[in-house]
């Protein structure tokens, strides 16, 4: 949920690199079973013990049948533990049928993970939960020691447990890096972050927000931080005006290159005519200029000029590129039906989430529907 999220809302960033890192992890565990088959042939026993516990077969057939194949599983060892923590059956079939290579792992694996787990979860209700939830989290045995580090790292960083299981189910690739890789890291931009100005005193807040925001940062090299943060500073950026975007970009810049940044900035200075202060003062007012891919913003900048909004428009209001064509369309629509006319007024009705943007449509329409006052009309009163 929150890496659709994130990919939903940062479109231009290359998540990409961060995915094939997780698929490739991914292909050694599976080759570790693979290469070791002796047959080919799907291990009866356990096909067997699975039907016991009312799992579709065919569904872990079609999606990673090389787990049937394996000499050894714990089917029932495995399922006996989910039971402990809470899981009835119907939950046990769910899970094994999302992810079957659980019952690959030894008890005494499954069990060391759950006592890991155990740290930062309230319950074992909740522990069940996120099990159910996010299986392939939990069943990844083979960075153990990593993540029991990274835990105990972010505990005494200040993160609180419920941002840690966060992280845990939605970007558990960042426990699998050694806990030195992600130390380093955060010494990093907190040696960034007292550079650019920001004190002492809010250094630790600004550190765990922006974690709580883009755990994905911990991946990235410390030397792209610092590439990155030269890159806005050598284009005329102050300080200041650095830890803003840093602030407001959610730490994504990171995962930017400092070539797709300096070809979008030279996009936006050609499409409005500007000069390098004047692209500046727009970049700070809208990040998204910055941060999205030039395709990106050729495709919104021309689904809003089909729409008959002149360029002179979009560069008053720049955030509007933050949204896509059919989130555009869809909003001038609903606007047209009121009878606003977005060609000749402002786009600021147009702009932001879909929480402001019925704010600012509720408002035309009341304005629309309000009776205009008549000073001298008769008052009518009954007797």
Not at 30 to 45: A, G, I, L, M, V
Not at 298 to 314: F, M, T, Y
Not at 357 to 368: A, D, L, P, R, T
């Amino acid at each position: 949920r929150y890496w659709k999220r994130w990919q939903y809302c940062y479109p231009g960033l290359n998540f990409s690199s961060v995915w094939n890192e997780v698929a490739k992890r991914s292909f050694l565990i599976h080759s570790t079973y693979t290469t070791d088959t002796k047959s080919r042939e799907e291990n009866k026993k356990t096909i067997e013990s699975l039907y016991r516990f009312s799992v579709d077969i065919k569904k872990i057939r079609r999606l990673k049948e090389w787990v049937l194949l394996q000499d050894t599983a714990y089917v029932k060892e495995i399922a006996g533990i989910l039971k402990e923590m809470g899981a009835d059956e119907t939950a046990v079939a769910n899970i094994l049928e999302r992810c079957p290579e659980a019952i690959l792992r030894t008890p005494a694996e499954i069990n060391s993970q759950r006592a890991l787990w155990q740290l930062v979860c309230q319950n074992e209700k909740q522990l069940i939960k996120l099990i159910e939830q996010f299986p392939e989290s939990f069943f990844t045995t083979e960075y153990h020691e990593n993540q029991k580090a990274n835990i105990l790292f972010f505990q005494e960083l200040g993160l609180k447990n419920n941002i840690i299981t966060r992280f845990l189910t939605s970007a558990p690739n960042i426990f699998y890096n050694p806990v030195e890789k992600n130390k380093n890291v955060i010494e990093t931009l907190q040696r960034s972050y007292l550079s650019l100005g920001g004190s002492h005193a809010n250094m630790k807040t600004w550190i765990l927000k922006l974690l709580s925001q883009n755990p994905f940062i911990l991946l990235n090299a410390s030397t792209a931080i610092q590439e990155n943060l030269e890159f806005l500073q050598k284009n005329g950026f102050t300080d200041p005006e650095v830890l803003q975007l840093l602030s407001k970009l959610k730490g994504f810049i990171f995962q930017l290159t400092s070539t797709t940044m300096q070809k979008s900035m030279l996009f936006s200075k050609n499409v409005f005519q500007c000069s390098d202060q004047e692209l500046k003062q727009l970049v700070l007012k809208c990040p998204a200029l910055l941060y999205y891919s030039v395709p990106v913003l050729e495709e919104r900048l021309e689904g809003l000029l089909k729409e008959g909004i002149s360029v002179a428009q979009i560069r008053e209001t720049p955030m509007v590129l933050e949204l896509t064509t059919q989130i555009v369309q869809y909003r001038i629509k609903k606007l047209a039906a009121l009878g606003y006319d977005i060609k000749s007024g402002t786009l600021e009705s147009l702009n932001g989430t879909k929480k402001d943007f019925e704010v600012s449509y509720g408002k035309i329409q009341s304005k629309k529907e309000r009776p205009i006052f008549n000073p001298v009309a008769p008052i009518h009163i009954e007797d």
